[in-house]
């Protein structure tokens, strides 16, 4: 079994579609996006609130579900917004912005 990862850009002009770019990493894939973006939040966490959540369990798992809907957005639309209500220990909401 094979899993990769590919993108294309299409050009769609009255009824013809073009294939204007394409690439692929066949080690790169969708947990790898939701990791990635995991390390930029708990980074952007430590760097504006002083908070480590590497032995949070619970909350790294809330931040990787909102790592996932914040993907899945940004697929879709120019900028999305993370928010995760009580997310730090001090009871503090996590709130940011990712534009692609």
């Known amino acids: 079994m094979c899993f990769s990862s590919f993108s294309s850009i299409l050009a769609l002009e009255e009824d013809l579609l073009q294939v204007k770019a394409k690439c692929g990493d066949t080690n790169l894939g969708g947990d790898d996006i939701n990791t990635e973006l995991v390390r930029h939040f708990k980074k952007e966490i430590f760097r504006k ?27 879709v639309e120019q900028e ?21």
């Not at 995760?84 to 990712?98: A, I, Q, V």
């Open 49 to 75: 609130h002083k908070i480590d959540l590497t032995t949070d369990y619970k909350a790294v798992q809330r931040l990787r579900q909102a790592c996932e809907i914040l993907k899945r957005n940004l697929s």
């Open 80 to 100: 999305s917004n993370i928010f995760l209500e009580s997310l730090l220990s001090n009871g503090k909401d996590f709130d940011s912005k990712m534009s692609r």
